[in-house]
């Protein structure tokens, strides 16, 4: 697509419950990033795909937050068992390679457990 | 250790008042420095990328530079609706966002 799409735009959850998000990147590149930035706050780095390597998921906060990209493309971060600390917006993020090449986000999933 | 950082974390100024942003980094072996725009609500905007010192890149009122410690984000008789937060990025082992500085351009 033109640009990296992410949904839900917005989501209210209950504390406790799973939610998912899903990032479609820019069609042809091959790293996707997710970042986590809470309000006022910079940007977190979550975690990286590039191609079929492992992930780098060195920046998950806990086992409650994973994340899989199906097919080298379409990614989903999976947030279980909620909780309010997790409220965010969550930014997808890619880019065509891995060696310098700009990343490009989408406009994020803001996440507020209630 | 990489990292980078953003100064001032606020800067208000007068529509007109040309001023520079900073952004120091260290990091070992950089791939790239990127500039971004955010507005509230919105992810993060592209405006430019620098690779090697000396370098500069230029966008309407907005001018990037890059030295081997810092780049700067020249803004040039600013109007409000550069009214943003700019981020800065580098891209060595892991891309490393600063923390960003929030612009207030009054008219």
């Known amino acids: 697509g033109a640009g990296v799409s992410q949904s839900p735009s917005n989501k209210v959850t209950e504390k406790g419950k799973d939610v998912e998000l899903r990032c479609d990147p820019i069609s042809g590149h091959t790293a996707l990033y997710w970042y986590r930035q809470s309000l006022g706050q910079g940007l977190e780095f979550l975690i990286y795909f590039q191609g079929n390597s492992a992930p780098d998921k060195s920046g998950l906060p806990s086992d409650r937050f994973s994340a899989e990209r199906t097919g080298g493309s379409v990614s989903t971060l999976t947030i279980q068992r909620t909780q309010q600390e997790d409220s965010a917006v969550y930014l997808c993020a890619s880019s065509r390679g891995s060696s310098g090449n700009t990343i490009y986000f989408g406009e994020g999933s803001w996440l507020t457990v209630v | 250790e990489d990292q980078v950082t953003q100064s001032p974390e606020a800067l208000r100024l007068q529509e007109g008042e040309s001023s520079s942003l900073n952004c120091s980094y260290t990091v070992s072996g950089l791939r790239g420095l990127f500039w971004y725009r955010q507005d509230p609500g919105k992810g993060p905007e592209f405006l430019f990328t620098?690779?090697?010192a000396g370098e500069e890149k230029e966008k309407e009122r907005l001018k990037a530079t890059l030295t081997k410690k810092e780049s700067f984000l020249h803004i040039t008789a600013p109007k409000p609706e550069d009214s943003a937060t700019y981020l800065c990025?580098?891209?060595?082992?892991?891309?490393?966002f600063g923390t960003g500085t929030s612009l207030t351009v009054i008219p």
């Open positions: 620098l690779y090697s």
């Open positions: 990025a580098v891209h060595g082992n892991q891309f490393y």
